[in-house]
């Protein structure tokens, strides 16, 4: 009895090695293959949130490709050719399957507003409106979704007329184009005039608005340090 059992031991030795090589190599080869797949769009592991920072707008989405059970509870419902998208904060989804996936909006579809936030820029005096890397552009009485333009794009607005903005704080042009943007904004709510926008109304009429515009941009930007000619 002790013969055979020491005559098989070599074979139970290998038996093992055996083994523990197969299941070795079957992990590795499964890392590898992880490894090569990546984080895709799927609903396993995958980027969560994607950080916009492009033309400062500094602002967090849900990541494009992100599988979701439910929408968010202030979603709104938009059609485009036959087919139902959902908007909320930004973030645009899509049905498929049993889930609700992150999705970029195509090219034309048309909304009645604009996202929460998003960032003014000019391109040849036109305004885009930026969020979530997807361009706005006003059309009719709402907006719609655009290729990125080609030119090169300005956060300043265009002047209604040329104004002379002098620092008087030592304000970094950073800080500048900062405050001319928002100081827009402000004049625009204030005055109802928009000089980035198709002239309505008569002559004299835009004429006064566009004044009224000018006084609102002067008294924001002398508000925050500014000396305005």
Not at 34 to 39: F, I, L, N
Not at 85 to 93: K, L, P, V
Request: proline share 10%; glycine share 12%; aromatic share 14%.
């Amino acid at each position: 009895m002790t013969y055979a059992h020491d005559r098989n031991r070599p074979f139970a030795y290998g038996l093992i090695v055996a083994l523990t090589s197969g299941l070795l190599l079957f992990g590795l080869t499964a890392t590898a293959g992880a490894d090569r797949r990546g984080p895709g769009p799927g609903p396993g592991p995958g980027p969560r949130e994607f950080h916009d920072s492009r033309y400062q707008h500094d602002r967090v989405y849900p990541a494009r490709g992100l599988h979701v059970v439910r929408l968010p509870h202030d979603h709104r419902i938009v059609m485009h050719g036959g087919t139902r998208f959902y908007f909320s904060a930004g973030a645009w989804y899509r049905l498929m399957g049993p889930n609700f996936v992150v999705v970029a909006p195509p090219i034309g579809l048309i909304v009645p507003f604009l996202p929460p936030y998003y960032t003014t820029i000019w391109v040849g005096g036109v305004p885009y409106y930026y969020a979530n890397e997807v361009y706005y552009a006003h059309q009719g009485t709402g907006y719609v979704v655009v290729q990125p333009p080609k030119e090169e794009a300005s956060q300043v607005p265009p002047p209604a007329e040329k104004m002379f903005i002098y620092p008087r704080q030592g304000q970094t042009e950073q800080q500048q184009a900062t405050d001319k943007y928002e100081c827009h904004r402000w004049a625009v709510s204030q005055t109802g005039f928009d000089p980035t926008q198709p002239p309505s109304g008569t002559e004299a009429q835009r004429g006064e608005k566009r004044a009224d515009y000018q006084r609102a941009m002067g008294a924001c930007l002398d508000g925050r340090g500014y000396t305005v000619k």
